[in-house]
């Protein structure tokens, strides 16, 4: 079987308020790409935009961004899946080059979430559910989350101090990775200190040091048949194994309350596609949008046992000495979520690591590489699986 | 010739509704009644809260409504410290999911209970309320 293959990747600085437009925006990450994979924009065969639709004022941003990257007249498509938008689009162009339908394409994922004003962003959160049957309560993104990890506490005896673990882990990533918008350190003190924002409530019992940066950024990979990406490129990353699924929108539908289903599901078909099992990975990044999240992840991916995320973060084995590296880039915490562009700027990061490019980030020479990118509150989830 | 008249009853729904229009229109009726209710398929029993107006399962539309009653038992919780607009007035309030074996049923906790003494897996009964703003929704209290 052809394999497909990885020849490019870039992002922008993770930012707050972004001074430019949109396309202005898209245009970083797929300038860095293209002098990544050093390829010409004729070379490219299609494009793929990602985004959160709700933060954009531009009606079908596509047509609009693959003009300004001089993507015409390729055809251009956009793809959505919330927080996972990019890697669905990874999955979209990995399935059409597969096809062969095209050889090499570009997926930019981009969003710039201070397009919109404060209180448009506060009324769009309202309706990041099941807009008729759970909207009109007053839901929240982090009060999912709080549940999810009320339920794990529930469960496991999981603790607020374990979550908070993960903020410092990532914070200590942050501070190296300059294209984070979160730079500074967090100690575990500042959770218990009333004068730290860090230990502010958000929705009980996360605090605001459990949730992730908001930030303006975008994010490229380009991707590549066997055939092109041995031509063009000296050190093609391959796509070994790429999973993807879906759970109900609505919480009464959830059989799982302390995991996300989509990530075992989606993991399950990305480790059975790759052949390899946990123990083969050697650096992953995982969608901490809330540290319950990641703590989860751990579990849902085989990392740890249901249960045991929290010896695993307590053992340090998630830092970048530890046997299995977890989001030493900062992750969603700390380097920040833009919504649409942060799947690729996640595989961007796995990546760099496999060649050995990743700098003060870099893990002891890995082989194999995963990428966990979940949409909503669990409601889409994918997991691809990189190797040299 | 006389202007058609719409059914905009699910509008009522909630501190804010989203949707106006569904063919679950009657879940308002019943709330109205004090009565929280779920559907369920007449073909082949799949029972569906919230309510829906089709069967998946059977591709068919045959529904009738069954009553949500008796206590369920607390999955989890989270008391929100903010809210989207149009909940300001609200918070701080808790939303919840309810396990009633056939279903689960996601939704506020009454502010009867005090948040201290919320505790995963104690029972809870859904109950039809009316929020200040006159809108309807249902809210969990002791049993």
């Known amino acids: ?388 | 010739m006389a202007k058609k008249e719409v059914d905009d009853r699910f509008k009522k729904f909630g501190t804010v509704s989203f949707t106006a229009i569904t063919k679950t229109n009657d879940f308002i009726d019943y709330l109205e009644k004090g009565k929280v209710m779920g559907t369920k398929c007449k073909d082949c029993g799949a029972v569906y809260f919230p309510p829906r107006s089709d069967c998946f399962k059977c591709l068919d539309s045959n529904m009738e409504w069954f009553e949500v009653s008796g206590a369920g038992k607390l999955l989890s919780f989270s008391e929100l410290k903010y809210g989207p607009v149009g909940f300001e007035n609200d918070l701080p309030y808790t939303i919840a999911l309810v396990d009633y074996g056939d279903y689960k049923v996601f939704g506020r906790i009454s502010k009867d209970i005090p948040y201290e003494e919320l505790k995963v897996g104690m029972g809870l009964k859904a109950e039809s309320n009316t929020l200040p703003n006159g809108q309807l929704n249902y809210v969990f209290t002791t049993p």
């Open chain 1, 1 to 388: 079987m052809a394999k497909v293959g990885i020849i490019g990747v870039g992002q922008s600085s993770f930012v707050r308020g972004y001074p430019g437009s949109i396309r202005e925006l898209a245009f970083e990450g797929f300038k860095e790409a293209m002098e990544d994979a050093k390829i010409h924009i004729k070379d490219i065969d299609a494009s793929i935009i990602a985004s959160a639709p709700e933060y954009d004022k531009q009606r079908s941003p596509a047509g609009v961004i693959a003009e300004y990257l001089g993507l015409i007249p390729q055809p251009t498509f956009y793809i959505e899946s919330i927080c996972s938008s990019s890697s669905t689009g990874v999955k979209v162009a990995y399935s059409m080059i597969k096809a062969g339908i095209h050889d090499v394409v570009a997926v930019i994922g981009f969003q710039k979430m201070s397009e919109i004003s404060s209180s448009e962003s506060q009324e769009r959160m309202g309706r990041g559910a099941d807009i008729q049957w759970e909207s009109p309560f007053g839901t929240m993104m982090p009060a999912y989350y709080a549940m999810y990890a009320r339920a794990h506490m529930a469960t496991y005896g999981t603790t607020l101090e374990d979550l908070a673990k993960i903020r410092v882990k990532a914070a200590t990533y942050g501070q190296i990775n300059e294209k984070a918008v979160y730079r500074k350190a967090v100690t575990m003190e500042m959770f218990t200190d009333p004068e730290s924002n860090m230990s502010a409530t958000v929705a009980k019992p996360l605090r605001v040091g459990d949730c992730c940066a908001n930030a303006d950024g975008s994010s490229c990979i380009i991707i590549a048949n066997e055939e092109k990406a041995k031509a063009m490129s000296k050190n093609p990353i391959w796509i070994l194994g790429i999973g993807a699924a879906s759970e109900t929108v609505n919480m009464a539908g959830r059989d799982l309350l302390t995991g996300l289903s989509v990530g075992i599901e989606a993991g399950k078909q990305a480790y059975a596609m790759a052949g390899v099992t946990p123990k083969d990975i050697d650096v992953a990044e995982v969608h901490d949008c809330f540290t319950i999240a990641e703590m989860m992840a751990y579990e849902n991916l085989g990392f740890a046992k249901p249960g045991e995320g929290k010896d695993l973060i307590a053992s340090k084995e998630t830092y970048k000495e530890g046997h299995i590296p977890v989001n030493v880039d900062g992750g969603l915490l700390s380097k920040g979520h833009p919504i649409g562009a942060t799947g690729g700027s996640q595989i961007r990061t796995i990546v760099l690591q496999l060649r050995g490019e990743a700098g003060e980030m870099q893990v002891k020479n890995p082989e194999i590489g995963l990428v966990h990118n979940i949409g909503g509150v669990g409601l889409y989830g994918n997991v691809t699986i990189l190797g040299r």
